[in-house]
């Protein structure tokens, strides 16, 4: 028997209906905030994420579904949503035109990580990015839309935020991180040696826990903020502040994509296990201009969509539509009609089975229907149809006509 591939799974009801829902409640909110659904390949160069998500990443280092196609083309299944929106943008002279461009998208995405729970090889983001606002205000009002997210979902949260500086500050302190580094080489793990060459500030999310304690002591970036990137910090806290969002300063959280300037901030939960990161992003100010584009301010964010499934506090489900029988087999064509007109406006289940009055009953209670509808002998003869509204416990024989 074929299954399917490890880290890859089927998504069936309740999961299913959780998704649909987050769907609809994350795209009614991000239409509020004034985004509009995009929508890209899953199918990209392979260039195009060693230069956004960058070449000492994980993703790109070990993650990526990379392939030659047929017509010799070097491609990989998007590990993420960003770099496909960037390159659209630039494709489309998006930069060139200026002004602000919001856009949401959401899809499956692979990364060939090790799977575990909250952890596929093949899972779902729900993504925002906005082009053209260099202000943190947007960075705030990106984060207010992520919460207003989670609160519309029931789903408890804490925010971690931090600044990674910009092409001002960032040189200065990698240079001082690199310098701590080498008093403290033979310490570190062989990755933070690796990552030392490749990205030193990665270091710092090290799960390895003597480099941890070992990093409580490294330099702060916080402290090494320029002017510019401490002043939009102090502003992004004041904006949370006075909309009542909590947040926790995490000089460490350093995101794994390399794009990332000033702003970046993560959701988490505590009640998924180890994988608890449910959604992640900040600013890329310079990641347009990197992909050849006109220089551009962006933000945005992604949020996990299988990590989110088993938290979605779903509405209670009202009683939905008709349901529809007949008692013996000569009602059935003039069920399967009225059951078609019906669906005209409304959700209808036909039975094609003859029961007994009391098993539609139960037929229409297990469908969660609002009317259950039935034909007998009598109705066929009358040419009428018995209804009860199973809401209201009320009933009543119309003419099928009317129905
Ligand atoms: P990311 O932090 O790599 O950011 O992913 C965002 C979210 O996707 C994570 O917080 C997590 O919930 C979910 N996720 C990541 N990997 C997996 C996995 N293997 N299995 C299940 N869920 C996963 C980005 O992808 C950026 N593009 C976000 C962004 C948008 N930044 C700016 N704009």
Request: contains cysteine; hydrophobic residues 35%; aromatic residues 10%.
């Amino acid at each position: 028997m074929i299954q399917s591939l490890r880290g890859m799974n089927d998504m069936f009801s309740p999961d299913a209906e959780r998704y649909e829902y987050f769907i609809e409640t994350a795209t009614t909110i991000a239409k509020r905030y004034g985004f509009s659904f995009f929508e890209a390949p899953i199918l990209e160069e392979t260039a195009l994420f060693k230069r956004s998500v960058g070449e000492s990443s994980d993703i790109v280092g070990k993650e990526m579904y990379q392939f030659i196609d047929k017509g010799e083309n070097d491609v990989c299944l998007r590990p993420e949503g960003t770099a496909g929106v960037v390159r659209a943008f630039i494709q489309k002279k998006l930069d060139k035109q200026g002004g602000i461009h919001r856009l949401f998208y959401h899809g499956p995405m692979f990364r060939y990580e090790r799977p575990q729970k909250g952890r596929l090889r093949q899972f779902h983001q729900f993504g925002i990015e906005s082009f053209g606002v260099a202000s943190v205000v947007e960075d705030a009002t990106l984060i207010m839309l992520l919460v207003d997210i989670l609160n519309a979902l029931g789903i408890g949260y804490k925010l971690e935020i931090n600044s990674l500086g910009d092409q001002h500050c960032m040189p200065d302190y990698r240079n001082k991180l690199v310098s701590f580094l080498d008093e403290h080489e033979s310490e570190i793990c062989e990755d933070c040696k690796r990552r030392k060459a490749t990205n030193p500030i990665r270091v710092l999310d090290c799960k390895n826990s003597s480099c941890q304690s070992l990093y409580a002591n490294a330099p702060k970036l916080m402290q090494n903020l320029c002017e510019g990137c401490e002043s939009d910090f102090e502003q992004l806290k004041a904006l949370l502040d006075d909309n009542n969002i909590d947040y926790e300063i995490n000089t460490h959280l350093v995101r794994g994509l390399d794009y990332y300037s000033k702003t970046a901030f993560e959701f988490v939960s505590d009640e998924i296990g180890a994988q608890s990161a449910i959604a992640g992003g900040g600013r890329y100010d310079r990641l347009v201009e990197f992909l050849d584009g006109r220089e551009t301010p962006a933000v945005g964010f992604a949020m996990g969509i299988e990590r989110l499934l088993e938290l979605i506090k779903m509405p209670e489900s009202a009683r939905e539509g008709y349901y529809i029988g007949t008692m013996d087999d000569e009602g059935l064509p003039i069920i399967m009609k009225a059951a078609q007109a019906k669906r005209k406006s409304d959700k209808v289940t036909v039975e094609y089975k003859s029961k007994n009055f009391k098993n539609h009953l139960k037929g229409a209670d297990k469908v969660n229907a609002r009317y259950c509808a039935i034909v007998g002998e009598n109705e066929r003869n009358d040419k009428t149809i018995w209804i009860k509204d199973l809401l209201n416990k009320t009933e009543e024989t119309i003419a099928i006509d009317n129905f």
